[in-house]
């Protein structure tokens, strides 16, 4: 059996029961180490597990999947996944693999950053499509993460922006010599989503446009949502150019129209309470 294991947002202790069950009666235990990261290190999950797991990036994931499944016919194995195992594309693949094998699969879901964001105050069905906000370099700068903001926008509708994570990148140069030299890890803070969208902002008035998003639009930028130290902050997008919320992971929310129960519970984490008598009376109509 291939169990998909969810670890939750947390730390060591957020597995569920019946994960720990599953992990505890695996022959191997992978864990995935590249869509997203918890606070605490692989060696504190094997002393609570009790289990020794092998690290699997996104290389092993998606280029040597069958050695994860090998021998999941005769025996159990299990792949852990920090949030909850369908929280990225790569681990249906994975399962379309196993059942191609005639392996049986089981998924033990968790929490993950799709509805802990509800911790904000914002209310989970307000929320349209979920857009990833990519590092930009110097030669890409894609946008089209922003008009997928602004489609929801214009339907009343919050956005969840997931930030971009670099992890085991290789240089354009090291990748061309096929040098297996990576480059440190980077993690996307709400303060650099928030600059990369007023740049786009910018941008598309130059283009003539008058886009539905503002400098003022109310939003939510959270860091290490689940963790001991979680923080949270609302106020305008030109805010969240420089708050300060510390380590990652971040995620920024871009507000749609919200009922007055929302707007109350997104002042209790306000920057700035003014930015909010501003704002509401176009956030509530």
């Known amino acids: ?14 597995i569920t029961v019946k994960g720990l069950e599953a992990v505890r009666r695996c022959r191997r235990g992978y864990l995935e180490a590249y869509t997203s990261l918890l606070t605490v290190g692989k060696e504190a999950l094997e002393e609570f597990y009790g289990k020794e797991l092998i690290l699997a990036d996104r290389e092993m994931v998606e280029q040597e999947a069958d050695s994860i499944l090998k021998e999941a016919d005769v025996c159990d194995v299990a792949f852990l996944v920090v949030g909850d195992p369908f929280g990225a594309t790569t681990h249906s693949d994975l399962v379309l693999r196993a059942v191609k094998l005639g392996i049986p699969y089981k998924v033990i879901h968790n929490a993950s950053i799709m509805n802990a964001v509800g911790c904000c105050g914002l209310q989970l069905y307000n929320f349209g499509e979920t857009v990833s906000i990519v590092f930009w370099t110097d ?15 214009q339907n009343g509708m919050h956005t969840l922006c997931l930030l971009d994570i670099k992890v085991k990148e290789q240089s354009l140069e090291n990748l061309m010599k096929g040098r297996k030299i990576y480059e440190p890890p980077r993690y996307m803070s709400v303060n650099q989503a928030a600059e990369q969208l007023l740049a786009i902002l910018q941008n598309r008035r130059l283009q003539g446009e008058e886009p539905e998003i503002t400098e003022n639009t109310i939003c939510v930028g959270l860091a290490r949502v689940g963790a001991p130290d979680q923080k949270i902050a609302s106020g305008t997008l030109h805010q969240m150019s420089t708050v300060e919320l510390g380590g990652p992971l971040h995620s920024l929310i871009v507000t749609g129209t919200m009922h007055p129960l929302e707007l109350e519970m997104l002042k209790l984490f306000s920057v700035d309470s003014s930015s909010f008598e501003n704002n509401a009376f176009q956030s509530t109509t």
């Open 1 to 14: 059996m291939l169990y998909l294991v969810g670890l939750g947002l947390g730390d060591a202790k957020d």
């Open 139 to 153: 030669t890409w700068k894609p946008e089209s993460f922003f008009d997928k903001i602004e489609k929801n926008r």
